[in-house]
């Protein structure tokens, strides 16, 4: 089956347009979702034929869209945080890329809804609550006076998927839950999160909308919080 036969007009039209400026190639693959990998101005989107849907090949193509604008956010915050021993333990790689792919969707996500497609096949269980009270509630950040970096590095990823779910899902409980929790770690996410909303990805520009700079913002407030705390 050649994939590229079976996708819709504006799916198709979206693949054309950015063939324009990158080149993107298909790979079946035993995988339950699509994934794209793009290195050196090649994207190949991956996909299992027998599950695959418009929807997911869009998504993956709107993932190359962003790419255009260049930004980068989780992945300078990884980097720079790699030397630091108490903040490289919480900004894991797993972390950052959730913070890169929950910010990506959300800067898509209005172009996602123009090509005609329904909010629950954005992602997968679309839908769904994206965090649970349950596990809010298991949450703890301390165990005998000191913080645990696990734990912080979930509280910021709850907190991100919250903001970042694309329905409106009824979150009030759980946010209270989580700033009661830690109040000021609470401020300073929702402002990274804030920020990332009002960002004009489409005019970067190094000195009166920068991608890096809102990233630092966000991690001198991480220095700061973190400065006189013990972690385990
Ligand atoms: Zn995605």
New binding site residues.
């Given amino acids: 089956m050649n994939i590229e036969h079976t996708l819709d007009t504006n799916t198709s039209e979206l693949l054309s347009e950015l063939r324009k400026e990158v080149e993107i190639d298909f790979q079946q693959k035993d995988i339950n979702y699509c994934e794209v990998f793009t290195q050196n101005g090649r994207s190949t989107i991956f996909y299992n034929p027998n599950i695959v849907d418009n929807e997911s090949i869009a998504?993956?193509l709107l993932?190359i869209w962003l790419n255009r604008f260049n930004y980068v956010i989780g992945n300078h915050i990884f980097l720079s945080f790699q030397s630091d021993w108490k903040l490289s333990k919480v900004f894991n790689k797993f972390l950052c890329d959730y913070i890169e792919?929950c910010f990506?969707?959300y800067k898509m996500y209005p172009k996602y809804l123009e090509m005609g497609f329904s909010p629950e096949k954005f992602?997968m269980n679309g839908l769904e609550e994206k965090c649970s009270i349950e596990d809010i509630k298991k949450l703890h950040l301390k165990f005998l006076s000191k913080y645990k970096p696990d734990s912080i590095n979930r509280f910021i990823g709850y907190l991100i998927s919250i903001y970042a779910d694309h329905v409106d899902n009824n979150y009030e409980e759980h946010l209270k839950l989580l700033e009661k929790k830690e109040p000021e770690l609470f401020r300073i996410v929702t402002d990274f999160w804030n920020k990332w909303i009002e960002f004009d990805i489409e005019n970067i520009d190094a000195i009166h909308n920068s991608d890096i700079g809102l990233a630092e913002s966000f991690m001198t407030e991480m220095e700061d919080w973190i400065e006189y705390k013990k972690l385990k």
């Fill in positions: 998504h993956e993932h792919n990506d969707h992602i």
